[in-house]
């Protein structure tokens, strides 16, 4: 008998290796690469002969063709990330961290979609039936008609799945706990959630049924993460949050049937993830608008406009190097906004210690929010609380001029819904203000000045609220 080959392969990326090494040429990761068995390893068929080369009929790319159907859930954040509905015969792989509410959100769709007299099947590889049917009953959701069953062998799992009527849509939770008899390495590696997935993928294209794969994202390199099956399956979705704050929001990241720039919020709650209609009113929620430093960022997440608060605190420094402490948006932009208003605008602002925080958790990751940022860090540093009815968006160039953004109309009709009277941003194409009060400000030194301006009247006690 042949020896069996081993290769080193990434557990992170995938990347296979000639020999052991403790860092991943392929991702950079450390101690992510493991032995495993390459007879019938990374990229290995099913074991049979293919039937000797045969020729396919190719065909023209116009002809008739249905569209793809779906199984609409009810739940409006999740259809709306999806395009839709889950597309039958498709498979989606949902991301996140441990803990995220992935399973919850999973087990009420599928819920939602048996009361609809759809065919569910819920497969746990990480929890027992009981605990299953213990959290569905927590979330009133016990009575659904919701096909259950805690394996982890794919090979059994298919020939259920095969065995009874044909499903509308398979929950598989979670791809990590896999495992199929064709491969020898052990659960969790690349290789076997890699052949899983691909198995499980071809039973959707064959059946109809729509698949939806949980998969962990996970920061040490133990279990394979999910981004080894990303580019097979039809849709990616990441579940998103922080475990310090109740709101959730899945995200398309890739989607064969629908666009990729749609958000879906949730609030994690006792009785489950309930839908958020208005994330808005949720980040903006017990906000101190007379506090100096906070500003309003009328943002955009995809296709949806979201306001959310921008917090910033600048304080004399007792330290050589003045301390930047930057959560929820990127700390090499906050360096670029304060070297601008230090070199472009004459103010000082670079020896204090610098917080800058994105209240409610969000992450925002939009150039658009540096003009929101510039105003919140001048408001501390002049100690002047900004108009609390104001929002504020725009790009800061280099130079120190305010540079337009995409979609303002959109943000401005957001703004005005939560009760906004004004809004602050760069110059507007005609037509974009929609009867808001909008000052345009090309020259971010111009806005600057005004902010000082009203600090200076408010130190006075005159100041008049703009
Ligand atoms: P879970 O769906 O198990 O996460 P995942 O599958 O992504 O690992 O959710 C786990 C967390 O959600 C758990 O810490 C408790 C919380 N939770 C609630 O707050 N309310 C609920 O109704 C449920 C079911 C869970
Ligand atoms: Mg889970």
């Known amino acids: 008998m042949a020896k069996?080959?081993?290769?080193?392969?990434?557990?992170?990326?995938?990347?296979?290796?000639?020999?052991?090494?403790?860092?991943?040429?392929?991702?950079?990761?450390?101690?992510?690469?493991?032995?495993?068995?390459?007879d019938s390893g990374v990229g290995a068929g099913p074991k049979m002969a293919t039937a000797?080369?045969?020729?396919?009929?190719?065909?023209p790319l116009s002809g008739e063709t249905e569209t793809a159907a779906r199984v609409t859930t009810g739940l409006g954040e999740l259809d709306r990330v999806t395009g839709g509905g889950f597309v039958m015969g498709s498979a989606v792989l949902v991301g996140g961290d441990p803990g995220i509410g992935k399973s919850t959100l999973l087990l009420q769709a599928a819920a939602a979609l048996a009361n609809q007299g759809k065919r569910v099947v819920y497969v746990s590889g990480e929890e027992?039936?009981?605990?299953?049917?213990?959290r569905a009953q927590r979330l009133g959701l016990g009575e659904a008609n919701v096909q259950l069953a805690a394996e982890t062998n794919v090979e059994i799992i298919l020939a259920t799945l095969q065995a009874g009527a044909a499903p509308d849509l398979v929950i598989i939770d979670s791809i990590q706990t896999l495992w199929t008899d064709r491969v020898d390495s052990a659960p969790g590696t690349v290789t076997q959630v890699r052949t899983s997935a691909q198995a499980l993928t071809r039973f959707a294209k064959k059946s109809g049924a729509a698949i939806v794969l949980v998969g962990h994202v996970t920061k040490d390199g133990q279990i394979?993460?999910?981004?080894?099956?990303?580019?097979?399956?039809?849709?990616?979705?990441?579940?998103?949050?922080?475990?310090?704050h109740t709101f959730r929001i899945l995200r398309g990241v890739k989607n064969r049937y629908g666009a990729?720039?749609?958000?879906?919020?949730?609030?994690?709650?006792?009785?489950?993830?309930?839908?958020?209609?208005?994330?808005?009113?949720?980040?903006?929620?017990?906000?101190?608008?007379?506090?100096?430093?906070?500003?309003?960022?009328?943002?955009?997440?995809?296709?949806?406009?979201?306001?959310?608060?921008?917090?910033?605190?600048v304080a004399p420094s007792p330290l050589g190097t003045p301390r930047r402490a930057v959560v929820g948006w990127d700390s090499s932009r906050l360096?670029?906004?304060?070297?601008?208003l230090e070199t472009r605008c004459g103010v000082r602002i670079g020896a204090n210690d610098i917080y800058l925080n994105v209240a409610g958790g969000l992450k925002v990751n939009e150039p658009a929010a540096d003009l929101a940022v510039a105003a919140a860090l001048i408001s501390s540093l002049t100690n002047s609380p900004l108009p609390p009815e104001t929002?504020?968006?725009?790009?800061?160039?280099?130079?120190?001029?305010?540079?337009?953004v995409v979609h303002a109309a959109l943000r401005l009709r957001e703004a005005q819904k939560l009760g906004f009277k004004s809004a602050v941003t760069g110059k507007l194409g005609a037509g974009d203000g929609g009867g808001f009060r909008v000052s345009e400000y090309s020259e971010l030194a111009e806005l600057i000045g005004k902010i000082a301006a009203r600090g200076r009247q408010s130190a006075t006690g005159s100041g008049q609220p703009d």
Not at 52 to 59: K, M, N, T
Not at 391 to 404: D, N, Q, T
């Open 4 to 38: 069996a080959k081993s290769a080193y392969v990434c557990q992170s990326c995938g990347t296979a290796h000639v020999r052991w090494q403790g860092r991943c040429e392929g991702c950079g990761e450390w101690n992510s690469v493991v032995e495993e068995l390459v």
């Open 52 to 59: 000797g080369g045969r020729p396919v009929a190719l065909v």
């Open 128 to 134: 027992a039936v009981a605990q299953v049917r213990l």
């Open 224 to 244: 394979a993460g999910p981004r080894v099956v990303e580019h097979m399956v039809d849709a990616v979705l990441y579940f998103e949050g922080d475990s310090s």
């Open 260 to 313: 990729t720039d749609e958000i879906g919020v949730f609030e994690m709650t006792t009785l489950g993830l309930s839908e958020v209609a208005n994330p808005s009113a949720l980040f903006l929620d017990q906000r101190d608008t007379d506090a100096a430093g906070s500003a309003v960022f009328a943002g955009m997440e995809g296709t949806r406009p979201v306001l959310c608060e921008i917090q910033a605190l």
């Open 335 to 340: 360096s670029m906004v304060l070297a601008v």
């Open 391 to 404: 929002v504020f968006f725009g790009e800061i160039s280099l130079a120190g001029g305010v540079r337009p």
